[in-house]
């Protein structure tokens, strides 16, 4: 309900905020623009503690063996154009976020060949992302920036945990399983970016820009929450409709 009320809340500001600028300035244009996105994205989660000395202990010991991974956003947009300069922007894209632990030295009081010396474990979290945002952009001609501030919503899809271990004699194995931490089917994650806009025809442009993401809402809840954020390059190729 807090996540609900939440969004409710920043799209009636984006929603003010959009209608302030229009009275202050007429739209010169509005065109309706559909675009393909796609961010390689270094992804990690941020830990959370109830308070307790034993969730602490337990944070602490993973911010040690933890750390982050790649993954990925990509999907469909559409965009609307309020002014020459003011934008807005949904659609739906899909995500992979998630960490891994470091390699880990496995010690054994017996050593054989038939058991492993080093092992890592990935986790990876598939989401579908509706976002909702605002794009201001400056300069004209060809080649013009731009920034983008939104909130996007996060639809838990299915959670994945490989465990990958290693041989004296060079060898690998892997194990997949379902990850089982009570994950939340909704959170939300505001959204920043900042990069190039560049016009190769009228109806035809392409956006090149560095953007972060954090999840402000618990993905996972417990005695060790954690949320989710990653760091990427957002490359897109839009196309105008009208």
């Not at 009636?12 to 229009?22: D, P, W």
């Not at 007429?26 to 000395?53: C, E, F, I």
């Not at 739906?92 to 010396?117: C, D, H, I, M």
Request: glycine share 8%.
């Amino acid at each position: 309900m807090k996540q609900l009320l939440f969004g409710l809340a920043f799209f009636s500001s984006f929603t003010a905020t959009a209608q302030l600028i229009l009275k202050k300035k007429p739209a010169a244009h509005k065109q309706l623009w559909v675009g393909v996105t796609v961010s390689p994205d270094y992804t990690n989660r941020s830990l959370g503690s109830d308070g307790s000395m034993a969730a602490d202990i337990v944070k602490e010991n993973r911010n040690k063996k933890e750390a982050g991974q790649t993954g990925y956003t990509a999907g469909l947009v559409v965009t609307y154009t309020l002014t020459e300069q003011l934008s807005i922007e949904t659609g739906v894209q899909y995500a992979q976020k998630g960490y891994r632990t470091k390699k880990e030295n496995l010690v054994w009081q017996q050593p054989s060949p038939a058991f492993p010396t080093t092992s890592k474990i990935i986790y990876n979290y598939f989401f579908l992302d509706i976002p909702l945002q605002a794009t201001y952009t400056t300069g004209s001609g060809r080649c013009r920036f731009f920034y983008t501030a939104g909130l996007a919503m996060n639809i838990f899809l299915e959670g994945k945990v490989a465990t990958l271990f290693e041989y004296a004699d060079g060898s690998k194995d892997k194990s997949t399983g379902p990850a089982t931490n009570n994950e939340k089917k909704i959170s939300l994650s505001p959204l920043l970016s900042a990069g190039m806009e560049y016009a190769f025809k009228p109806n035809m442009h392409f956006r090149l820009a560095p953007i972060f993401r954090y999840g402000i809402t618990k993905v996972i809840d417990a005695p060790v929450s954690e949320r989710f954020w990653n760091a990427g390059l957002n490359v897109g190729f839009y196309y105008r409709l009208l």
